[in-house]
């Protein structure tokens, strides 16, 4: 009994220091910023992040390959031809033709069809799509049909562009063409329009700086 006493008294002396120890490694667990918790955490993005990079090397390493096989010399040599910029026709790994297609709402079915049977939309909306919209599109002047193809196809491009950017490679959007000369080279189906050509490649080097107009030059306010 008395060294059992003995041993009380020596945990209560050191009782208080059991207690700062024990909050002082809660803080270091839980609550510094170099707590366990948070490397844990920073371990775990960082290994995310890692995947995230292996991933887009295999995708930037499969795109090379895909477009080495779309690539042919002949291609490229007969849309330089009608295509005003030589140096990226001439330069790039590959040259894309953006086209419009002014039977578009001929995919009508096709593409919202598609989408109901992947559960994006119920097949009463898409019914409902094509009741209000199918009337307008089928009578649409053909000058306001080829307006929104040129507008759609614009933000394709520009969706392209980035996704492009974003995979490691640069593009050069480019307008200046002879479209009936491409249509022609090309023998495309009367309802496909040339609308842009992009340029897709690595960049040699750095782009020179561009200037636009200021906003106030272009904004309104009412």
Known sequence: MKKIANFSSIFKGYKKYLVVGGVFTIYMLFFDNASFLVHRNMNSELDKLTRQKQFL???????????????????????????????????????????????????????????????????EVKDGFEKGMGPQLENLPTDKNREGVYFDCGLWTMQFANIAYAKGYDTNIIGGFVREKVAELFELEENLIPVMLIALGKKEKEARPTVRMKAENLVRFE
Do not use: P
């Open 57 to 123: 090397q295999k995708e930037i390493e499969k795109d090379k390959k895909e477009l080495e096989a779309l690539y042919t010399d002949e291609g490229k040599e007969k849309l330089g031809s009608a295509n005003y910029n030589k140096i990226q026709n001439d330069t790039s790994a590959a040259m894309i033709i953006v086209l419009g297609d002014l039977n578009h709402y001929g995919k009508f079915d096709e593409i919202y069809g598609e989408a109901v049977e992947k559960g994006y939309m119920t097949k």
